[in-house]
């Protein structure tokens, strides 16, 4: 039983299209996030929803736009792709106590190419 | 100033060596600290985390924290070549640059 899955795993367009990215989880977890990790493996929060409601957006261009469409699923839609878009995306998701631990569980990542 | 900072590596060690990995943070607000593992081309997995200041044990794997210093440790015991990877530190959903760690048979 898969935790935390994406789709695709692997992404290949053109510059200036419009590409999604899905995301699901079936922890039961109520919060989920978006990361992007570059080439130097450097790993950067860019959304998180909790129960399918926008908690954190971190300064990312709004060609990038999440969706919510219930507590399990995170999608991310990117318009007019550009080179620096190039990157591996990860969903993760967590989690929520009192203490909160903030751990996370990641998907395996989709590897966008933007040529 | 980033939220955390981390070693960059690499870090190349022979098998059966005790390796220490490290970071530091910036917010003494932050409470709980991770580690997480990634193998190449692979999603982060959670080693484990530890709350406020002290140490914890999990097998071969140690996590210290020192609040004082902002400062935080993984000690791996009895290295194994299984064990090549990057490791990274976070706090919240800030995380280290990673630093990747080769241990040669």
């Known amino acids: 039983d898969t935790a935390v899955s994406q789709t695709p795993k692997y992404l290949v367009t053109q510059m200036g299209n419009d590409k999604s990215i899905k995301c699901e989880q079936n922890l039961g977890h109520d919060t989920m996030y978006w990361y992007k990790q570059d080439s130097k493996k450097f790993l950067k929060i860019m959304f998180s929803y909790n129960n399918k409601e926008l908690i954190i957006n971190e300064t990312v261009p709004n060609r990038f736009s999440p969706k919510s469409p219930d507590k399990a699923h995170l999608n991310l839609h990117i318009n007019s792709l550009e080179l620096g878009d190039s990157a591996v995306y990860f969903c993760?998701?967590?989690?929520?106590?009192?203490?909160?631990?903030?751990?996370?569980?990641f998907g395996p990542g989709t590897r966008l190419t933007v040529l | 100033q980033k939220e955390v900072e981390q070693d960059p590596g690499p870090l190349s060690v022979p098998e059966g060596a005790i390796v220490s990995l490290n970071c530091t943070y910036s917010n003494s607000a932050f409470q709980y600290f991770m580690w997480y593992r990634q193998y190449s081309r692979k999603g982060p997995e959670l080693l484990m985390y530890?709350?406020?200041?002290g140490n914890k044990e999990d097998g071969r794997f140690t996590a210290q924290v020192d609040k004082s210093s902002k400062y935080i440790s993984l000690f791996i015991r009895d290295s194994q070549p299984s064990d090549s990877a990057t490791y990274l530190c976070?706090?919240?959903?800030?995380f280290g640059s990673g630093t990747k760690l080769n241990v040669k048979p």
């Open positions: 530890t709350y406020s200041s």
């Open positions: 976070s706090t919240r959903f800030y």
């Open positions: 993760a998701s967590s989690p929520r106590g009192v203490p909160s631990t903030d751990t996370q569980y």
